[in-house]
């Protein structure tokens, strides 16, 4: 059986990451790269390995329990080091080993030469291959857990490997405080997930007697309504959790900053990967979810605003990886909307396809840093489609996907999306809809600024290269995945109205997982008209974009001048970091310094009391050791007087 | 009485270290060599030594499950001793590595110094299985003897021969006690065996009165406060391989033959003894913390962590049931590794100068990481599994003693336990904040010469200390298997 072999796929990432940490400066760059890369390739054949199993499972069975061994079993209540393995996780295995597979191989090229353009040195190359096979370990840890401490050890795990590889370029006071940033207010997210854990355990932990899923589920069928009024609070605190992993509002701000870590992180763990780990645990805890209307509601209106409000923010950024960033945030809060809707399998199905075309963009955009020595300004740019045809192939691609230009694979994932808001809530469709309308032109006008027209920097122009070949074909590989991934996930009524040989591939797969849970339809005839509306609308993106930077018409010009008074409020992006500052930060300090100056003495006297009391008791009872051997005796001999007292008289 | 009627079985284990010990011995005068051969001959005995440890661990594995008495009622052969010797069989190993380079720069004296350690084992095995008070009080002699010997082992240095000297008269007071101890139990059952104690005890004066001398006997063996004084003393003095082994190999088999008193002799009520064994727990950790924190010597320090560490342990005993003897046996195994594996560390600390005291002091630590970074990840591997800190052997070793403790309803004496942890935190984390914060100054920059033998020691104590963490589950449980066996 493949299953008993599952533990292999955790492995191998585990020695890529101990050979390269103890050998990987001595080895040189070709053999660190060469072991990393293979760790996740055969972790990568794993995860093949593992989903063609599962689809080889009788009917009635869908997924797969494997104890890798119990590792805390204490007073009743048990934690196992166990794998679930469920069409859900297979999904989510396959994309962080296959999409990080090429990630790894276009880092292998990438991160021959540093932040400052100088070849790398081979410890920091080693180190960096450590930090990514540490990430892979910990992201499948995630997904594969079968129950939330072991889930919350690896959301922490892809925690610290992001700190540590937005902060690569350490010695930069930038990447530094990046890194910083993106700890911090994470941590207010993971605040939430070990409450809401906390929280299960007291709900469930008795009679359950752990924390795996089918446990907690399985507890939920025989709950008391009070229990299932508290799901209400655990589900936000988990909903806390999943913002700040997936930087939704209010915790997005660390997102856009964590851009200071090198291209292929911001692609793998920025984008495709742990960013989703928040869509990946809320679309776990659907059962939760279910019972607690109010947070889906609230997890809906999250992504929806989400969405738009980076969306719009995306449109007037000039840094190439920052009209990324906030498009990230943008499709993530699609992702939110579609798990808030109640449409499960539209939202990992935009997260699958997602991770294609916005790795994409990320490594193409990392493609086009190495080639103008590390410039991502677009006001800069211009004309670089002539310098660089196979990167602006690639790029033009990727945007297509990510502005849902119809029948490329972002096309049919938003509007699997767009379709569950439909049924659910107006407001929100038309958000989604208007959001479609934004994606399409940033994204075009990221490619018309960057690639098209004239250099506006001659002497960066003059010096560009293409990208060398070892990062081109990971790129074609993803750019494939990003028009034709969206196959997979064809709309069910398409197969029966026109007769399609496949029907929605993806949902079939993933139906075990949600079982019981009704995928929204409607009649083919609206479902055709949301198609061609939301297909209309990125055409329309589309065609503003193009208007506006290729043809430059007049009109576009005064349409920009009739919104500019929106252009303070987007351009500091909405003044979140400065309330942040003003509301959290700053009180927050002044609070510190009162602590530091005004009530230092009390807070600092009890503190040292304490430790002052303990040390000189240390001192007292230090002092009794004399040296001398009577004075021992006699403590001893008093002992013995002690017990015999005790015991004669007691 | 008929030689071959005795099962010799029972005892194969500790008759293997027995005679691997006399085959050191006797090589000490078989032939005379040269200066440079005596080394290479001390490495040859060590490799001897450790082959018998081996098959002593080989031969305990094979008859793991099958319960033994014999010699009259004399010895019990069970999960509990099997246990017992792996304990005592890993920390004569680790020493025996210790001392591989160790040994050889104070003395050439190595047969007799590996002789009495294999006779240490011995008779700390032969502990761990007795049911009968003379087997019992000769094994305890044999170990004693062997130790006092073992711990003023360094001639050169006075104050190995003071800690040897302070170690010798305690122990014999302490060994007088226990001698009268039994005699009143002698006097009061007729019997020396302890069914037949448990079984004819009045239950008056003698009983309680010889009870409360043994137990004497134990607590200063465990290092248990007020009987705790000779510690600091012997394990500064001692040579560090020897105070490795003895910190663990004694604390088990005493612990261990402790417990067997206790629950097969002992004919006073449950109430009446646990309470005696939660003061003295209680009085153990708080001391051996509290006394912990301002030493400057790590050696030092270690000594009263590991008085402390005693306290924890005699926790499971006053809980007295199963999950409180598994807690006990998981806590003796991960002690062994991360306690041995911090004394490997601080051996390595220690000044080149055989003649004076030569201290592992908080001074050589400082900004170890910067010299030798896997040496100081090592030691703060040990540190943080002592401190308790997950997902170390050392948290769990807790997490379970306590577990037993509040399932035993001794609530009060678990939240004593948490504070003490927290208070030993600030001692563990000393070590490891001058060894990662503070620069390296002139004196501590040179790079230290670290053995093959001595990384081998480490190398698997930090495997012991992060493996019995991580796979705290199953080992737990395997434990819990054999001694769910045990009538209680």
């Known amino acids: ?68 061994w119990p590792w805390i079993h204490i007073a009743g209540f048990q934690v196992d080091m166990a794998l679930l393995i469920d069409p859900l996780s297979s999904v989510m295995i396959l994309v962080v080993t296959g999409i990080g597979l090429l990630i790894h191989i276009y880092s292998a090229t990438y991160m021959k030469v540093d932040d400052e353009h100088q070849p790398m040195d081979e410890r920091r190359y080693a180190r960096f291959f450590v930090y990514m096979n540490l990430f892979i370990l910990m992201m499948l840890t995630l997904v594969l857990a079968n129950n939330y401490v072991m889930l919350y050890l690896g959301w922490e795990g892809v925690g610290l490997a992001s700190y540590l590889l937005i902060g690569f370029w350490f010695y930069k006071p930038s990447a530094a405080d990046a890194a910083k940033k993106a700890f911090l207010v994470n941590r207010v997210g993971d605040f939430g997930m070990a409450l809401a854990i906390m929280w299960m355990f007291f709900l469930f932990g008795k009679e359950a007697g752990s924390l795996s899923f089918d446990a907690v589920f399985a507890a939920l069928e025989t709950a008391s309504p009070a229990v299932v009024a508290a799901l209400t609070g655990v589900t936000l605190l988990l909903l806390l959790a999943a913002t700040g992993k997936s930087a939704q509002i209010p915790l997005f701000v660390w997102l856009p900053d964590a851009m200071e870590g090198p291209s292929p992180v911001s692609a793998l763990i920025h984008a495709a990967t742990m960013v989703t780990a928040g869509v990946y645990m809320l679309a776990r805890s659907h059962p939760l979810l279910e019972l607690a209307p109010a947070t889906m509601t609230l997890i809906a209106w999250i992504g929806g605003l989400t969405a738009l409000m980076a969306a719009s923010i995306a449109i007037v950024q000039t840094d190439l990886k920052r009209i990324l960033a906030y498009s990230t945030i943008s499709q993530l809060g699609y992702m939110f909307l579609g798990v808030g809707v109640g449409a499960y399998v539209a939202s990992v199905f935009h997260l699958y396809t997602h991770a294609f075309f916005k790795a994409l ?131 069910a009524i398409f197969g029966k109205e026109f007769g399609f040989p496949v029907g929605n591939l993806i949902e079939g797969w993933l139906k075990p997982t949600f079982e019981g849970l009704s995928e929204p339809h409607v009649a083919f005839s609206t479902e055709m008209a949301l198609f061609i509306s939301s297909g209309f609308v990125a055409l329309i993106g589309i065609y503003l974009a193009y208007a506006r930077y290729v043809k430059q018409s007049g009109w576009t010009l005064s349409l920009q001048k009739a919104l500019s008074p929106l252009q303070p409020a987007l351009e500091n992006k909405y003044w979140v970091d400065e309330i942040y500052f003003a509301v959290i930060v700053n009180p927050l300090r002044a609070l510190a310094r009162f602590f530091a100056t005004g009530a230092e003495g009390v807070i600092d006297g009890v503190v040292n009391g304490v430790g002052a009391v303990t040390t000189a008791a240390g001192v007292g009872i230090a002092r009794l050791q004399t040296g001398l051997l009577s004075w021992y005796a006699l403590s001893l001999f008093l002992g013995v007087v002690l017990l015999l007292i005790y015991f004669v008289f007691a | 009485m008929n030689l071959s009627s ?59 499950s099958q319960p033994a008495s014999d010699f009259m009622g004399m010895v019990q ?23 591989w380079d160790y040994l050889g720069r104070f003395t050439y004296s190595f047969s007799e110094f590996y002789s009495l350690l294999l006779l240490a084992v011995a008779g700390m095995m032969f502990l761990g299985k007795s049911t009968e008070l003379i087997t019992l009080f000769v094994s305890l002699e044999i170990l004693s003897i062997s130790l006092y010997i073992l711990t003023g082992f360094n001639r050169h240095q006075l104050a190995s021969a003071e800690a040897s000297l302070k170690y010798f008269l305690l122990g014999a007071f302490a060994s007088g006690f226990i001698v009268y101890g039994a005699a009143l139990l002698y006097g009061d059952t007729g019997s020396t065996w302890f069914s037949d104690i448990a079984a004819n005890a009045s239950g008056g004066f003698l009983t309680l009165a010889g009870f409360a001398l043994l137990l004497v006997g134990f607590a200063f063996k465990i290092a248990a406060v ?26 088990a088999a005493a612990l261990v033959a402790l417990f067997r008193v206790l629950q097969s002799a002992v004919s006073a009520p449950y109430e009446t003894w646990a309470w005696a064994l939660a003061i003295l727990s209680l009085l153990t950790m708080t001391v051996g913390n509290v006394a912990a924190l301002r030493q400057t010597s790590i050696k030092r320090l270690l000594a009263y962590s590991s008085i402390a560490q005693a306290g924890y342990m005699l926790i499971g005993l006053v809980a007295g049931t199963v999950l409180g003897l598994q807690a006990m046996l998981f806590y003796l195994f991960a002690y062994a590794f991360m306690n041995i594996g911090a004394f490997a560390c601080a051996s390595l600390l220690e000044s080149d100068d055989w003649s004076e005291l030569q201290d592992a002091s908080m001074a050589n630590a400082r900004g170890l990481f910067s010299r030798q970074p896997l040496l100081a990840t090592a030691l703060a591997i040990f540190m943080f599994s002592l401190a308790g800190i997950p997902p170390l052997a050392g948290f769990f070793g807790k ?16 939240l004593v336990a948490v504070i003490n942890s927290v208070i030993s935190a600030y001692y563990y984390m000393r070590v490891v904040v001058v060894m990662f914060m503070e620069a390296p100054d002139e004196s501590t920059r040179v790079r230290l010469p670290i053995p093959d033998s001595a990384i081998l020691a480490i190398v698997i104590a930090v495997l012991g200390a992060l493996l019995l963490g991580i796979l705290a589950g199953p080992s737990f449980a395997s434990l819990g298997q054999a001694v769910v066996a045990w009538r209680f």
């Open chain 2, 226 to 251: 007020p009987f705790h004084m000779w510690t600091p003393d012997a394990y500064q003095g001692a040579p560090t391989p020897v105070t490795a082994f003895m910190s663990v190999g004694t604390k």
């Open chain 1, 361 to 491: 963009l990320f490594l193409a955009a990392g493609s086009v840093m190495h080639a103008l020595h590390g410039e991502l300004n677009i006001d800069l740019m211009g004309g670089l489609r002539k310098k660089l045809p196979v990167t602006y192939a690639q790029f033009l691609i990727g945007a297509l996907a990510l502005a849902g230009f119809p029948l490329l694979s972002g096309y049919w994932s938003k509007d699997a999306i767009l379709l569950g808001a439909f049924v659910t809530s107006y407001p929100l469709y038309a958000i989604g809809l208007f959001t479609a309308l934004l994606t399409a032109f940033y994204s075009l006008r990221a490619v018309y600024r960057a690639f098209h027209g004239q250099p506006r920097d001659e002497h960066l122009y003059d010096h560009a290269h293409e990208q060398p070949r070892g990062m081109t074909w990971p790129l074609w590989a993803l750019a494939f995945g990003a028009v034709f991934a969206g196959l997979l996930g064809l709309p």
């Open chain 1, 1 to 68: 059986m493949i299953f008993d072999y599952a533990w292999l796929i955790l492995l191998f990432p585990a020695l890529g990451l101990l050979f390269n940490a103890f050998f990987g400066r001595r080895v040189g760059h070709k053999v660190a790269a060469i072991v990393a890369n293979l760790a996740v390739a055969l972790s990568f054949l794993m995860a093949v390995a593992l989903a063609m199993g599962l689809s080889a499972l009788p009917g009635d069975e869908s997924s797969v329990e494997v104890l890798l």
């Open chain 2, 77 to 99: 052969s069970d999960a509990l001793s099997h246990y017992l010797n792996l304990v005592i069989l890993l920390a004569a190993a680790l020493a025996v590595l210790l001392a």
């Open chain 2, 6 to 64: 005795l099962n010799w079985n029972s005892l194969l284990p500790e008759l293997v270290i027995v005679a691997t010990s006399l085959i050191v011995l006797i090589t000490a005068v078989v032939g005379k060599v040269s200066r440079v051969d005596r080394i290479a001959r001390g490495h040859a005995l060590a490799v001897v030594t450790l082959i018998g440890l081996l098959i002593a661990a080989g031969l305990t594995i094979m008859q793991l």
């Open chain 2, 399 to 414: 997490l379970y003693l306590f577990d037993a403790a509040i399932d035993a309803g001794w609530l009060w004496l678990a």
